[in-house]
């Protein structure tokens, strides 16, 4: 016994390096048969051999893929009676409107059938839309339709902080339920900051709040990857919002901030709102581990009354999705392009995919402009996002570096037909990583005004030479090279 005690000490990191490499052995295996990606099977087989334990904390951390789980219980939405009414009221079976197809062709009528059979994302025609430029618009807007709110309030978002504006808002929601109005909040337990005395004031008004997938020291830190990216509210089931604008006063340039914020919103009133009560009640459902009643306030029959109503399709991507909805569809939309398609991302770290969609239409003649930041919000991703450039450019993507400030906004149009505003970036974490969500807006006037929007910010951009970016120094290449390693982590 105890020569045995001796030999485990003076081999025990023997021992150890053997436990590991059985554990690597048997996980290998498992990665092998789950017949994904070739490149990102072999990254993760690659950390793992070389990596003693470190690629099993890796791989435990980053490597577990929930969109087979069906972590969310879909079928209690969707087959839900109120739901299926509220369907049925807001006249969403396409074959009600043979003329969509007619009016914006075949290519820009596959996006809609792709969301339709991934997901079952219904189509409402009658919506109005306010397109909001930064923070201070959106958040106006906000505090206009809180204060009217009637029935509920609910709110979903990545980034809650707590700071000047947060705190007001907070405030606002407290004196609205205390005033018996129904306020709901699932905020990002990872990308959101608020106190315990914030939390505390919240309760005491009656504001139900939930973390989404609380980060604790358990099981639950394998789940530290996935993040509920989604930037949600839905007043009254009439009244919704989405985009990109955070809880968080930086988003807000009539605060005293470090630089000035471009991001852009959607309010939308009609049909499309409730495929986003859908979504935040999916959510809320998880988060809370409680199944909320549907009931008829969360679904209202009336629509508005508009002149130019506007057709919606929400798409919802996440690993609780059986396909990567967002993804797909905006590979879709590039396929279909004709003559343009203008592209605003913060981060701009596209997939395999993708990248081939954007450089083979560029070379097809399709005339393709991309604004990312002129100074990214992280080293890191700033470095991954340039490693694009070269190839987009050599393929006659044009690419803007925005240098007024921060450029936040998610947004995409294609041709004057279809136009894409949410939470997504051009990026694998938002692609198959976070809880994301995009309008999918197919209408004319929208695509032209996006354009001109998208035309202004290009005023406040500078343009990517191709000759001058090929004599950029080989460290800063390198550092691209790196950081592109870590891209689908960033």
């Not at 009528?109 to 792709?114: E, G, P, V």
């Not at 343009?340 to 990248?355: G, Q, W």
């Not at 081939?356 to 239409?361: E, I, S, V, Y």
């Not at 198959?432 to 290009?458: C, P, Q, T």
Request: aromatic share 12%; proline share 3%; with cysteine.
């Amino acid at each position: 016994m105890e020569t045995l005690l001796n030999f485990g000490k003076a081999n025990l990191w023997l021992i150890i390096l053997t436990i590991n490499y059985l554990l690597v052995i048997a996980l290998s295996i498992f990665i092998i048969l789950k017949n994904k990606n070739p490149v990102k099977t072999l990254s993760f087989l690659f950390a793992l051999a070389v990596l003693p334990f470190l690629g099993l904390l890796v791989y435990y951390f980053f490597g577990q893929d929930y969109r087979k789980s069906k972590i969310f219980e879909k079928k209690y939405i969707l087959d839900n009676e109120r739901i299926r009414e509220w369907r049925r009221n807001f006249r969403l079976d396409q074959e009600e409107r043979k003329d969509f197809k007619d009016t914006f062709g075949e290519e820009t009528y596959k996006i809609f059938k792709l969301l339709k059979n991934n997901e079952r994302a219904v189509l409402t025609f009658d919506n109005d839309i306010e397109i909001l430029i930064n923070g201070e618009n959106k958040f106006k807007r906000l505090r206009e339709d809180l204060e009217k709110a009637e029935n509920h309030i609910h709110l979903e978002y990545f980034v809650l902080f707590d700071d000047e504006l947060g705190t007001d808002l907070i405030d606002r929601l407290c004196k609205k339920a205390q005033e018996g109005i129904q306020v709901r909040m699932v905020y990002d337990d990872v990308g959101s900051n608020i106190s315990s005395k914030a939390k505390q004031k919240m309760t005491n008004a009656g504001i139900q709040h939930f973390p989404f997938m609380p980060v604790l020291f358990s099981n639950s830190t394998s789940k530290l990857n996935y993040r509920d990216h989604r930037k949600i509210v839905v007043i009254d089931g009439s009244i919704g919002y989405v985009g990109g604008i955070n809880l968080d006063q930086k988003y807000d340039n009539s605060y005293d901030n470090e630089r000035y914020w471009r991001d852009t919103h959607l309010r939308i009133k009609g049909g499309a709102v409730g495929s986003l009560q859908s979504s935040f009640l999916l959510s809320w459902n998880f988060a809370s581990a409680d199944k909320l009643e549907i009931e008829s306030p969360l679904f209202p029959k009336h629509k508005p009354e508009s002149e130019n109503p506007v057709a919606i399709q929400m798409a919802a991507s996440g690993p609780d999705t059986d396909w990567a909805n967002i993804m797909e569809a905006i590979f879709c939309a590039i396929n279909s392009a004709k003559k343009r398609i203008y592209i605003t991302t913060p981060y701009f770290m596209p997939n395999d995919s993708i990248m081939t969609a954007l450089t083979t239409a560029a070379r097809s003649g399709v005339d393709i402009r991309i604004i990312i930041p002129y100074q990214s919000d992280s080293w890191a991703a700033q470095y991954a996002s340039d490693s694009y450039v070269e190839e987009c450019l050599e393929s006659g993507v044009r690419i803007f570096r925005y240098v007024k400030g921060f450029i936040h906004a998610k947004t995409m149009v294609v041709d004057n037909a279809f136009t894409s505003i949410g939470t997504a970036n051009l990026d694998y974490r938002s692609f198959a990583l976070n809880f994301e969500i995009n309008a999918l807006i197919y209408n004319h006037d929208i695509a032209e005004r996006m354009v001109e929007i998208f035309e202004r910010d290009i005023e406040n951009t500078e343009e990517i030479d191709l000759e001058r970016w090929q004599k950029r120094g080989v460290v800063r290449k390198l550092k691209e090279s790196f950081s592109r390693l870590w891209a689908p982590l960033l």
